[in-house]
T-cell receptor, first 108, second 112 residues
Framework: KNEVEQSPQNLTAQEGEFITINCSYS?????LHWLQQHPGGGIVSLFM???GKKKHGRLIATINIQEKHSSLHITASHPRDSAVYIC??????????FGTGTRLTVIP | EAQVTQNPRYLITVTGKKLTVTCSQN?????MSWYRQDPGLGLRQIYY???????DKGDVPEGYKVSRKEKRNFPLILESPSPNQTSLYFC???????????FGPGTRLTVT
């Protein structure tokens, strides 16, 4: 079974700072997911990637398959980026294993 | 608009009173799943369904039932809820198990 470790667990940043959230996993995978959980509880998918880098607005996700590591970067952070960021990897053929998340707070 | 809906959003009930949380998606997805989220723990899968009439247990299925009679609907049934089922529940759908996930808004359940 795949294990997922996210770091840091909590992160506080000033508005405008560059932010990095890390995710490490133990077993080889076909793709990794990054999700965002809003303070109100809703969850949205941000990225699904199997190699290299993907960018969406101020968010960038990278993955190194050999090192079993992925990072989520936020450039020019804003208070509206405050959320819990969760990475998830496949486990077996039929489901995903989710990390416990990184709680990000961006202060104006 | 592509979406997954869940109802109710909030529910307070008493031990032993059967309840159903509905989940519906409008994207013609084959794969649907139920998760629970508890403080300090990641989302844990309760049940999943690969297609109509095909369901299987996830990591924490005890005390739950599901059915998949139509492609769009995947209700979660608690036959005899207990306080340890107090949690935040999410339904999700996708084209396949490891594909892009679409989540419902969540159902916050309290069992007293």
């Amino acid at each position: 079974k795949n294990e997922v470790e996210q770091s840091p667990q909590n992160l506080t940043a000033q508005e405008g700072e560059f932010i990095t959230i890390n995710c490490s996993y133990s077993v080889g995978i076909s793709a990794l997911h990054w999700l965002q959980q809003h303070p109100g509880g809703g969850i949205v998918s941000l990225f699904m990637l199997s190699s290299g880098k993907k960018k969406h607005g101020r968010l960038i996700a990278t993955i190194n398959i050999q090192e079993k590591h992925s990072s989520l970067h936020i450039t020019a952070s804003h208070p509206r980026d405050s959320a819990v960021y969760i990475c998830a990897v496949p486990t077996g053929a039929n489901n995903l294993f989710f990390g416990t998340g990184t709680r990000l707070t961006v202060i104006p | 608009e592509a979406q997954v809906t869940q109802n109710p959003r909030y529910l307070i009930t008493v031990t032993g009173k059967k309840l159903t949380v509905t989940c519906s998606q409008n994207m013609n997805h084959e794969y649907m799943s139920w998760y629970r989220q508890d403080p300090g723990l990641g989302l844990r899968q309760i049940y999943y369904s690969m297609n109509v009439e095909v369901t299987d247990k996830g990591d924490v299925p005890e005390g739950y039932k599901v059915s998949r009679k139509e492609k769009r609907n995947f209700p979660l049934i608690l036959e005899s809820p207990s306080p340890n089922q107090t949690s935040l529940y999410f339904c999700a759908s996708s084209l396949g198990a490891g594909e892009w996930q679409y989540f419902g808004p969540g159902t916050r359940l309290t069992v007293t």
